[in-house]
């Protein structure tokens, strides 16, 4: 069995694509499957409603985004992908939605909470998480592609969500989660706490949308959307904390990292300093609730992770990084580096021994078992992310159920990672997260955490710009020539953060910074269920956490790696953000 260098982003996007695309049903199209119990004896997949236009949708953008990055993995199931496309097309109705099947594995979630008045067999369209992942699927394919289809239907999409939407004097809202063929039984703004950030759920691809291809109407769908959730939410202390959930969806972490994250994003593309004000602050909370090497709670006071909100948090500061402040780079690195990485199942015998360890469960399949399988889940995870990870082990009993829209964030994020490890402009190069990566200006090795080293090989002249870990401001860099030839030593100082220097077209700086090792105590969960950990870091690198995980410890870190070897992209990048 090959193995994955464990600094590689494009060896481990590659192994996120094959884990994507083997968890499908062949008897249904390649539909796939959402969730699986790692604690049936076999493991078991089940299909939920999930597996549709959220499923696919988030799917299909986080197999594009990789196959850009890394191309394809031989193992990568032969024509998942346009199954998984095929889904998430069928289930689009001719105005535009994303609609649940009518088959009772399909039916919806939550629906004394997200429903007035549920009749059986009623046909569904869950207007939150489908919607955005639908959307978000099919900008990225047409970004990719710039095939028309995805952005007809994508503007379509956001027209439904329109055309369903009721108007407010402060913006937009979905009265009920889901919305059904007669249209809303409900009317009124409210239903249940937290509706109203859970259904704002399609702003982040809507706003993305329109500031890749001008379309007027997904920016007026995400403006009323965030307008009324901002005005509407009860989730948050005026300093923008939030506050101790009134309810399942309050409690649900990745329903708040999401809605910080579209209207920091609509905030930046209108230039509302308040929304980019608010999302900062609410973020500087949200990061409380996690820890600073990217852990953070499916459920608030939960001790269980969920690391779709790793890569929300993750992108809201690479955002802030780019747009606001430098200084948010260092959180993407260190959530990046650490808990993102450390979730990625790599090895089958480790995933095997992990599953066999856990407490059995006894409890009996949804609907007896005819919507479910358990030929080879455990194989199919290889690749895949631990969806709900605790502080030093990939699984908690707590809530040990696999869950595929972290499989799809996971890579999602390892892509946001590589794209902006390295931000380039005429004559510049800004390595903001020292990642080994290939663009066509820099080739850069990164030696952490063995060594501080970064190796910055430049194809042209110009200056280059590097993020030191946090905390250190001196380097050293070694200047040579294309033949290996010493051109000078130079001591940088940083400034902000950065140091600066200057290299001429094939010229190799070798960085040298010092890695400080520090020690410091992380408690998360709440009164009945606390979890704790002793982290021991080098630099921006978790190395070692205490006391060890029992199931499938993390972060037992090599401190003798040669640096991971990038390639070029293997397709034209595409702004992920
Ligand atoms: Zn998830």
Redo the contacts with the bound molecule.
């Keep these: 069995m090959e193995t994955v260098h464990p600094f590689d982003l494009q060896a481990r996007a590659r192994l996120g694509a094959r884990a994507l695309t083997a968890l499908l049903d062949a008897s249904r199209d390649g539909l796939m499957y959402f969730l699986a119990s790692w604690r049936a004896r076999p493991p078991r997949a089940d299909h939920c409603l999930w597996d549709c236009g959220d499923g696919t949708g988030r799917h299909v953008d986080a197999l594009t985004l990789a196959h850009i990055m890394a191309g394809r993995d031989p193992l990568e199931a032969e024509g998942a992908e346009s199954r998984l496309e095929g889904w998430m097309f069928r289930l689009l109705d001719p105005a535009g939605l994303s609609w649940l099947p009518p088959e009772p594995w399909a039916e919806p979630w939550g629906r004394d909470l997200l429903m007035a008045g549920w009749r059986e067999g009623e046909r569904v369209a869950e207007i939150n998480w489908a919607q955005r992942g639908t959307l978000q699927g099919l900008t990225t394919r047409f970004l990719a592609t710039g095939d028309e289809r995805y952005l007809r239907a994508a503007r379509r999409l956001v027209d439904g969500l329109l055309a369903v939407a009721l108007r407010h004097p402060r913006g937009l809202f979905f009265p009920e989660g889901y919305y059904r063929e007669g249209g809303w039984r409900c009317r009124q703004p409210g239903l249940c706490p937290g509706i109203d950030e859970y259904n704002a759920a399609p702003i982040v691809p809507a706003v993305r949308l329109y500031e890749a291809t001008g379309y007027e109407p997904a920016l007026r769908l995400a403006s009323g959307l965030a307008e009324f959730a901002l005005y509407h939410t009860s989730g948050y202390l005026p300093d923008g904390r939030f506050r101790w959930p009134a309810g399942e969806l309050e409690a649900h972490f ?1 329903t708040r990292s999401n809605f910080i994250l579209g209207v920091l994003k609509l905030g930046l593309v209108l230039d509302r300093r308040e929304y980019v004000s608010w999302a900062r602050q609410s973020y500087e909370h949200a990061k409380t609730w996690g820890t600073e090497f990217g852990w953070f709670p499916e459920g608030l006071g939960q001790r269980h992770g ?3 909100c790793t890569t929300d948090m993750i992108e809201i500061a690479l955002l802030l990084g780019r747009h606001v402040d430098r200084r948010y780079y260092a959180d993407a690195e260190r959530f990046g580096r650490n808990h993102l990485l450390e979730s990625q199942l790599l090895s089958l015998e480790r995933l095997r021994a992990a599953v066999a360890a856990l407490p059995p469960s006894d409890e009996p399949p949804p609907w007896q078992g005819r919507y479910s399988r358990s030929e080879g889940v455990v194989e199919s995870q290889v690749g895949g992310f631990a ?1 709900r990870p605790t502080l030093n082990d990939a699984f908690h009993p707590d809530a040990a159920a696999l ?1 595929q ?2 499989n799809a ?1 996971g890579v999602r994020a390892l892509y946001d990672l590589w794209r902006h490890a390295v931000e380039e402009a005429p004559g510049r190069a800004i390595v903001h997260l020292r990642f080994s990566v290939e663009t066509p200006g820099v080739r850069v090795l990164s030696y952490e955490p063995s060594e501080g080293r970064l190796d910055v090989l430049s194809r042209g002249a110009g200056e280059v710009e590097i993020r030191l870990p946090q905390g250190v401001g001196e380097a050293v860099a070694l200047v040579r020539d294309e033949r290996g030839h010493l051109v000078r030593g130079q001591a940088l100082t940083g400034e902000a953060g950065y140091v600066r220097l200057r290299l001429e077209e094939g010229q190799t700086a070798e960085v040298r910074y010092p890695l400080p090792a520090r020690t410091a105590h992380y408690e998360v969960g709440a009164e009945g269920g606390r979890a704790w950990c002793v982290g021991h870091w080098r630099g921006e690198t978790l190395v070692r956490v205490e006391p060890e995980g029992s199931f499938h410890p993390l972060y037992g870190r090599a401190s003798d790696l040669e640096p991971a070897q990038p390639t070029p992209a293997w397709g034209k990048p595409i702004e992920s953000l």
């Design positions: 990745h969920e690391i779709c969806s869950m829209c972290c964030a």
